[in-house]
């Protein structure tokens, strides 16, 4: 499934020139905190520090996914198109670029807030 993924991706990028400009994503590890705040439920996975999110930003926004494997990486979007999906961290910064780029391109719905927030000139005026 995620090699599909991957493939349209590719494509995508290809298709809106995303691979040959000098944009660069960037991945962090968010603490529990950062990702959920403090729930007054303590029974996530993050708290108990089994999964971590993963956050690449492209631009502006961001993606993420969970992770057991986390790290950072930094590249343009042809390093991650590349990337081999043998480990869990490689998947995991693959599906959070996706992600990011999906925001970035108005093809995933934006957050209210950011919106709120952004003069993007890829948001839909009706969000």
Do not use: C, H
Request: proline share 5%; aromatic share 8%.
């Amino acid at each position: 499934m995620l090699d599909i993924i991957k493939e349209k991706f590719e494509k995508l990028v290809r298709e809106n020139g995303l691979e040959t400009e000098e944009m660069a994503v960037y991945f962090t590890r968010l603490s529990p905190q950062e990702a959920i705040g403090e729930p007054a439920e303590r029974d996530y996975l993050l708290l108990e520090r089994k999964e971590r999110l993963l956050q690449a930003v492209f631009e502006v926004l961001v993606g993420q996914a969970y992770t057991d494997m986390p790290g950072s990486f930094s590249g343009r979007l042809s390093d991650i198109i590349k990337m081999e999906l043998k480990t869990n961290r490689q998947r995991t910064m693959m599906v959070s670029a996706v992600n990011a780029v999906m925001r970035f391109l108005g093809s995933l719905e934006l957050p209210w807030y950011i919106v709120k927030m952004s003069n993007l000139p890829n948001v839909p005026k009706s969000w």
